[in-house]
């Protein structure tokens, strides 16, 4: 696909999105990556828009300019996010109750602390999201691992032959450390690229994921 009908193909996805307003956002494509700038009314609708560029076939890579803009009146005090975010954090049944603190400068929210399971912190960052009036989440929770298993390889490799999502034989995995899992090789498209990281974060003891997958069109 030349870059000209993927550029066209980019535009028309964020358009049909209804969470995000293409109004204020451009697109430049060249050799199959993506590169997004103006601004949105929303960290929520920022992810949004980077999730519907990365449905679109033929997209490599995506270079993410936007930015944050929101209208005067919309604007959120820095003690009122963080109260927010502890409120919505301890009402989770799956973040562990004062594992996650948090700590706002000027809309942006950074976590820290330490849980057990990858689904843990990323489900803090999940829930943060959802709060209006932030400019992005800076994730910086750390994980202690549960267990370590002697046969990470072997689960995740195991795991990968499961998935109807991905071609197993076209993926290495190779384990640094003990506990930082090292991908490479090659997937068709993002939704394959994920599921194997999911593949390789669903193994207890796994602290790290290092993506090195590669997605060919």
Known sequence: ?????????????????????????????????????????SYA?????????????????????????????????????AHRAITILQWS????????MVKVQDGWVTLSGEVRWQHQRVAAEHLVRRLSGI??????????????????????ENALRRSAEVQA???NVSVEDG??????????????KDAVERAAWSVPGVTRVIDRLRITI
């Open 1 to 41: 696909m030349d870059d000209k009908t993927l550029r066209q193909n980019v535009m028309d996805e964020l358009e049909f999105e209804p969470a995000v307003d293409a109004t204020h956002i451009g697109v430049a494509v060249e050799n199959g990556v993506v590169s997004l700038s103006g601004h949105v009314e």
């Open 135 to 156: 400019h992005g989440v800076l994730n910086s929770i750390t994980l202690k691992p549960y267990v370590q298993p002697l046969d990470v390889k072997h689960k995740i």
């Open 169 to 171: 034989g076209r993926i």
């Open 93 to 100: 049944a799956v973040v562990p109750q004062n594992a996650v």
């Open 179 to 192: 506990h930082a899992v090292a991908l490479e090789g090659d997937v068709h498209d993002w939704l394959e």
């Open 45 to 81: 609708e920022k992810l949004a828009a980077e999730k519907a560029v990365k449905r679109v076939k033929g997209v490599k890579a995506l270079a993410e300019g936007l930015k944050v803009r929101f209208a005067s009146d919309k604007k959120t005090n820095d003690d009122e996010i």
